[in-house]
């Protein structure tokens, strides 16, 4: 049974301790198991009595001896009469000549004469076969450590970057699409490692560290890579949380061996992903393990203190987590330049579908524009995903072209998820489509929203159906009416099921979750209610070192939390009361759409607008 760990001890560095279960430890126990078992074997078994050389003499003497074997020095015999105890053994002294062994013959002892020693290769072998098999288990360990950790177990403290030759052909500035503003921001960097003399001539002072800051998948690495391509430069590149390994240690010697091949192969490029997991702000975090962290920390700033001028090393840093950096990363000389890669607007979607279609035959009615269009919010990296979904899909079809339909349904698995259709039960099916209408019929009667997009009852990935909306245009800043809308629209389904039903059901509970806190973030945050007035908490936010929210002690008064509790549920009710009466009011087009989404299952814009439109 494991014991539970007292209370007080040290914290324990997890990663370390799970490592570690995971490798084959008894493998230790085999050699200290053939070791005992050797060491055994060596012993005569049966029970011998050492006794002195006088004892033997003088038994000797009274013919109580009836054979002797000797080795050597070492005599070993037994008794006459036999039985358990009747062996014994005896050293005897170094001058014992040919009289001694005429004595034993007179007194008619059985003699045995035994070589002194085995032969030299029996005694090699004997002492080296523990050693063999320890050095044999030794290699076996250390073959599995260098499989997970990728180098020797005598180098594991080598730096894991892997290197990208100039010669690869990775991507240029030409696969970047978009991101104008960081590609002009590098421009200089790239310019300086081509020829850094003309910038060392002139005293110029270059950045060191650049800081990368974007959402995954706004192709911060992609950028990264083409840089150094557009430079001509060797491209290093590892993720700092493969600094931290089984060792502690690993990771500040990782660093600077990282730094050393990048500098003897100057000019070169540095990338280092996912910096925030060891660059977190030091003395933070919970739990331990933090010691590791810092060193490599520590290490990377060390190094980056210690370029000299004619190292032409620029270290490239990711995150998506600026605002939990240690400022230290921050200073001057280190990453004090910082490019944003923001999440891309629509023109720019259009230029990353471009570069992602080039190679892609497009049915003639596909509109990179309405493709755009249609995926507001993603990123760099789920168009691709999404361009490569189309082209699967018309590739299983054996269809020459991608059409604009491929995209479509690419578009809401990379959304959503995998259709899963056999998923409800009819009477589960009609419940969904009643919670869908609602939501669906209060964003058609919301004058401040989106407009409607899709309503869907075929279940995916973890939702059940769906109301979707098409912004217009990506939103930056959250209209008060636009936000009021939207609290309705979170309380439509609910309410077509109570309307319709006259019970509330377990599907709304994301809804309801979403709306209040929403409505928090309004009162808190935003201040929009007259009752509060124009404060502004940051309650809400994400905790900087966790990621997540933490319950902090509110930032105000208990008298005044009591109010903005107030205030939410105020808003939330006001919310659900004018979706219901909404939907009273409008209850045979809710009908109606219904019964079209049963029978459809899915609707787009322009067939709910004719459902709607046929029945006022
Ligand atoms: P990050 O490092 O920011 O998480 P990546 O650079 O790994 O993102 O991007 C993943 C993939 O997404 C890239 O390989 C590329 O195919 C695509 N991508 C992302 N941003 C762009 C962009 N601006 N232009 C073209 N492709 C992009
Ligand atoms: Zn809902």
């Known amino acids: 049974m494991p014991t539970p760990p007292k209370p007080n001890d040290e914290p324990t560095p997890k990663k370390d301790v799970q490592q570690l279960h995971r490798d084959p430890w008894f493998i230790w126990l085999l050699p200290i198991v053939f070791l005992f078992y050797y060491s055994l074997s060596h012993l005569d078994r049966s029970e011998v009595k050492v006794i002195p050389y006088s004892e033997f003499i003088q038994a000797l003497g009274q013919d109580q001896i009836k054979s002797v074997d000797i080795r050597g020095l070492t005599l070993k015999g037994s008794y006459q009469g036999g039985g358990q105890s009747s062996r ?14 005429k004595h034993l013959e007179k007194r008619a002892v059985e003699i045995r004469v035994q070589p002194n020693q085995n032969p030299v290769w029996v005694q090699l072998l004997a002492g080296f076969i523990p050693w063999l098999i320890i050095i044999a288990l030794f290699v076996l360990f250390s073959r599995s450590l260098q499989s997970r950790m990728g180098g020797g177990v005598l180098n594991f403290s080598k730096s894991k970057a892997r290197r990208f030759e100039k010669t690869e052909g990775g991507p240029t500035y030409d696969d970047v699409a978009g991101l104008e503003g960081a590609k002009r921001d590098l421009s200089d960097i790239i310019d300086y490692m081509k020829d850094p003399q003309r ?23 992609l950028l990264a890579k083409a840089t150094a391509a557009e430079a001509g430069v060797p491209f290093f ?48 975090g919970l739990g331990g393990g933090n010691d590791e962290r810092e060193q490599t920390l520590n290490q990377i700033l060390a190094e980056m203190d210690g370029f000299e001028p004619e190292d032409v090393v620029v270290v490239l840093a990711a995150t998506n987590r600026p605002d939990v950096l240690d400022p230290a990363l921050l200073r001057p000389g280190r990453f004090d330049r910082k490019v944003v890669l923001d999440l891309p607007d629509k023109a720019a979607r259009v230029s990353i579908f471009k570069v992602h279609t080039r190679k892609t035959p497009l049915a003639e009615e596909v509109d990179l524009q309405e493709l755009a269009a249609m995926s507001v919010g993603f990123s760099g990296a789920d168009i691709h995903n999404l361009v490569n979904e189309a082209s699967l899909r018309a590739a299983r079809d054996r269809r020459a072209e991608v059409t604009r339909e491929d995209f479509q349904i690419a578009r809401d698995k990379v959304l959503m998820g995998e259709e899963r259709p056999n998923l409800l039960n009819p009477n589960e099916r009609s419940r969904i489509a009643c919670h869908e209408a609602g939501h669906g019929l209060v964003t058609y009667y919301s004058e401040y929203t989106d407009p409607l997009q899709k309503i869907s009852i075929v279940p995916r990935g973890r939702a059940l159906g769906v109301t979707e909306q098409r912004p217009s245009e990506d939103r930056h800043n959250l209209d008060e009416s636009y936000l009021r809308d939207r609290l309705r629209i979170f309380m439509g389904g609910r309410c077509a099921e109570k309307l319709l039903y006259n019970t509330a059901s377990s599907g709304a509970a994301d809804d309801l979750k979403q709306a209040t806190k929403l409505a928090r973030q309004m009162v808190v945050n935003w201040g929009m209610s007259s009752a509060i007035g124009p404060l502004g908490f940051s309650e809400g936010e994400n905790h900087p070192f966790l990621g997540r929210e933490l319950t902090e002690p509110k930032p105000y008064s208990e008298a005044l939390a009591e109010k903005v509790d107030a205030e939410v549920q105020r808003l939330l009710i006001k919310a659900e009361q004018e979706a219901s009466s909404l939907l009273q009011q409008h209850r045979s087009q809710l009908d109606t759409l219904i019964a079209a989404l049963l029978e459809h299952e899915s609707l787009e814009k322009d067939a709910i607008e004719h459902c709607l439109k046929s029945n006022r």
């Open 237 to 284: 590149s590892i993720t700092g949380s493969e600094f931290i390994e089984l060792y502690v240690g690993v990771g500040a010697s990782r660093v600077r061996d990282m730094f050393q091949t990048a500098r003897k192969d100057a000019p070169a490029l540095i990338f280092i992903d996912e910096i925030d997991s060891v660059g977190r702000a030091r003395g933070t």
């Open 88 to 101: 014994f053994s005896t050293q005897l002294p170094d001058f014992i000549g040919d009289d001694f062994l």
């Open 199 to 221: 910038f060392q001539a002139l005293g110029a002072q270059i950045p060191k560290g650049v800081l990368m800051m974007g959402a995954p998948g706004t192709g911060k690495t």
